[in-house]
Each structure stands twice: as structure tokens, then as C-alpha cells.
């Protein structure tokens, strides 16, 4: 290239450069017109003043994005539109596009947008002076004069974490004489996530983050879900549910009648949630992530009853009589295997019967026992020793009665999720 300069001359490179110059400058300017006219443009099309604007109502922070849900947008036209009456407002969305509608529910795909403008939904308010036109991404306003101000236009939302910029624009023919824009939902820090949802507004969340803390004694932060995926929530037993990021949450399926036991007595900031078969994919209780969604797959403990291994049948599988077993344990949701409780196993060690296929009435306290403390297992939580009134964890004990129903935060190592 430098030889190719010096061929060319000092004279013929100045030239070039100065052509160059020009042609950038003229492409700039007609960017420019078609993107905004100048007040002068605007006055020497109206004909008068060249304040014409359009404006949308930001949402308030008290409004969060549902599935299924619509969204009423107010837009403003303000100046003199006497000279302009067919003019045509336009609006555009750039949506997200993530799978499902929250973390571990939907059928939708990335092909379909979280949020949309659907020509049903707009009303005219105006005696037929709105002709509204367009679907999905971009829709536009006609009007019939130049009496219409002040009109609504709606977006359907169809994700919990759905996000967009909106865009309005309003056009005489080719020309545009006014530009705004929002966000949906109101987004006035750009995180993507509503500012109105655990007072982000203030907190200013960084959606990838995963940090909870505690409890006391504890070296394991977060809990395997980000801000942005506790924020667009989850299906829990039929009803969705937005989690709270300063939480740790475990997520338990279990066949038990008693649920997840005494695991219900884990230390604050633990928060233990009960959830249905099909709240989970494999485990998986994140699995939507699809879209641009960051992070990795966070499982639930799944505890089931076996009430056919007779006791002969336990001891000869452990080598010991055995009342719960959690593969891989002690470690985090993600490493152990379905947790297992020995019903008969459990009858056997109840007064005042001790046998495997009586139930006694103690039976469902037993139970809630062996269901904390391999619940416990599946948060690395290792066996303690001491005092068996002490911690649910306690294992030298004859008895399952025996047992405490506390989590003390101070173990032989420490709780884990992720």
C-alpha cells in the first residue's frame, strides 16, 4: 500500500483523500434526512411551526411482564398538525425471543417473540379516525385529521422475562418529523430487568449474578440460579412464582407423603419449595435458557418412597439396615443421585410395634427425620456426632427418634447448591 501511495504522487493522494472527504460527507447528510428532519426542514414542510413531536407515557415500576398479559402504552402527539392531518405514527419492537415463558415452563421457541403488537388488541377511541396497520414487530396509526392527540397503543406479552426497546416514530410520507422510545417493562438502569421487581430500580441487580450468602459459617455462595432467572421465576405445583436473589433456593420433588420432611427447618437464607414432577425436565429445573439466557443447569433433589425393599433386602444391599440412602452424597444438588427412604426399614425401627409392615403412629415424625437428614446430603451436609438431640445430621443414634429436627449452621462441612 505505501508503494502504491508513492506511485500515486503527493498531488493525486491529496486528491483521493479530499474525494473521499466529499463522498463521506454527502452519504452522512442523506443518513441524516431520512433519519430526523431539521426544525428548518420540518417549518418548510408544515408550513408553520416545527415543533410536531410524538412521545410515549413511560410504564410505571410497579408493572412486571406476565405471560399471556397486554400492556396499554399511551403515546402523545403535540404541536400543529393542521398543516400535517395524515400523518402516520409508527411503532417498532425488538423483542427477546427466549424458550418457554419461564425457566422450566412453555412450548414456545426462540422463533417467537416474547412481546408483539397484535392488530386485534389496538382500539380506536377516536370514531373510526385511527386506522391501525402491521402486526408483530412494527404496527402504524393513520389518521383521518388532525384531532387525534392522544391515543393507546397496546403490546401483548407472552414470557415472564420478556424485554424490548419501543420505538415511535411519526412520518409525513417518507420524511420523519419525530422520534422517541421506552423500554418494556421500564428499565431505567439497563439490566433487563423491571426496575419495579425486588426495588432493582435502587439495587441495580447485574442479571448474571449469583452470590447468596450464608448461613453462618457457610464458604459456598449462590445457589445455581442468576438474578435474571429468579427475576422470570419458575412453574412451582401449577402457579408461577418469581424467587427472591437474596435467597438460597432448593427445589425438592418428592413421593412422600410427608414432602421434604424437616428439611423445612434448614437455616435461613434457605428457601425450600415443594414442586410437582412436571416443574422439572430430567432434574433440570432451569432448562429454558435458550434465547440468550446465561448460566447452566441447576437441579432439584428428587426424593422418592420405597416401600417393597423388605429390611433382609436393605441389609444385604448396604451391608447395614439402612432407612435413606442419597448416591454421591454429601454433595451439591447437581452431584447426588435420587434420594431413596426405606419405609419398611423406618416401621421397623418405630415403637411400639417394630415391625416393617405395621405402621405406627410415629411413623410420619420417623419419616420427616430420614427425608431432612438426606435432604441435608444433598446440600453437602456430612454426618454429625454428639449430642443426637442436637442436629437432624446426628447419625449415632439407636433409634430414629432419637433424632433432632434442627439444621445448626456449624457441621463437619459446609452447605452447597451449586
Known amino acids: 500500500m505505501i508503494l502504491s501511495f508513492q506511485r500515486l504522487g503527493l498531488g493525486k493522494i491529496l486528491f483521493v483523500v479530499l474525494a473521499i472527504g466529499f463522498l463521506v460527507t454527502a452519504l452522512w447528510g442523506i443518513s441524516q434526512s431520512k433519519i430526523l428532519l431539521s426544525k428548518e426542514q420540518m417549518r418548510e414542510i408544515t408550513g408553520g411551526s416545527p415543533n410536531l413531536n410524538i412521545t410515549l407515557t413511560s410504564l410505571g415500576t410497579n408493572w412486571l411482564p406476565t405471560y399471556n398479559s397486554t400492556v396499554n402504552i399511551t403515546v402523545n402527539i403535540t404541536g400543529d398538525r393542521s398543516y400535517l392531518p395524515d400523518c402516520v405514527a409508527k411503532f417498532y419492537l425488538i423483542p427477546t425471543a427466549y424458550e418457554g415463558y419461564c425457566m422450566n415452563a412453555g412450548n414456545q421457541t426462540t422463533d417467537e417473540p416474547d412481546l408483539e403488537f397484535l392488530p386485534d388488541d389496538q382500539q380506536d377511541d377516536h370514531s373510526g379516525k385511527i386506522t391501525w396497520d402491521g402486526k408483530n414487530q412494527m404496527i402504524e396509526a393513520r389518521f383521518a385529521d388532525s384531532t387525534v392527540t392522544t391515543f393507546v397503543v397496546k403490546v401483548k406479552c407472552h414470557d415472564y422475562g420478556a424485554y424490548s426497546p419501543l420505538y415511535a416514530r411519526l412520518y409525513y410520507g417518507n420524511s420523519m418529523l419525530s422520534e422517541t422510545s421506552i423500554t418494556v417493562p421500564r428499565d431505567d438502569n439497563g439490566n433487563e430487568i423491571a426496575d419495579g421487581w425486588m426495588n432493582d430500580g435502587q439495587i441495580n441487580y447485574t442479571a448474571s449474578d449469583d452470590n447468596e450468602t450464608g448461613p453462618s459459617g457457610n464458604n459456598h455462595n449462590g445457589d445455581g440460579f442468576s438474578v435474571y432467572e429468579e427475576y422470570r421465576g419458575f412453574r412451582v405445583k401449577g402457579n408461577h412464582i418469581r424467587t427472591d436473589p437474596s435467597e438460597k433456593d432448593l427445589f425438592v420433588y418428592s413421593n412422600c407423603e410427608e414432602g421434604y420432611g424437616y428439611a423445612s427447618n434448614l437455616p435461613s437464607p434457605f428457601k425450600v419449595r415443594l414442586i410437582n414432577w412436571g416443574d422439572m425436565e430430567n432434574r433440570v429445573m432451569n432448562p429454558k435458557r435458550s434465547g440468550g439466557i446465561s448460566g447452566s443447569n441447576q437441579l432439584a433433589l428428587k426424593v422418592l418412597k420405597n416401600d417393597i425393599a423388605t429390611c433382609k433386602e436393605i441389609e444385604k444391599a448396604y451391608g447395614m439396615l439402612c432407612f435413606g440412602y442419597t448416591p454421591n452424597s454429601p454433595g451439591t444438588p447437581n452431584q447426588v443421585g435420587d434420594i431413596t427412604i426405606y419405609y419398611?426399614?423406618?416401621?421397623?425401627?418405630?415403637?411400639?410395634?417394630?415391625?416393617?409392615?405395621?405402621?405406627?403412629?410415629?411413623?410420619?415424625?420417623?419419616?420427616?427425620?430420614?427425608?431432612?437428614?438426606?435432604?441435608?446430603?444433598?446440600?453437602?451436609?456430612?454426618?454429625?456426632?454428639g449430642n443426637p438431640a442436637y442436629d437432624i445430621m446426628t447419625c449415632n443414634y439407636t433409634k430414629i427418634m432419637q433424632m433432632g429436627t434442627t439444621y445448626n449452621s456449624v457441621h463437619t462441612s459446609d452447605y452447597k447448591l451449586r
Open 344 to 385: 419398611k426399614a423406618i416401621r421397623y425401627n418405630t415403637d411400639p410395634n417394630n415391625d416393617e409392615n405395621t405402621t405406627d403412629s410415629d411413623d410420619p415424625k420417623a419419616r420427616k427425620r430420614i427425608i431432612g437428614h438426606e435432604i441435608g446430603h444433598g446440600v453437602n451436609l456430612e454426618e454429625t456426632f
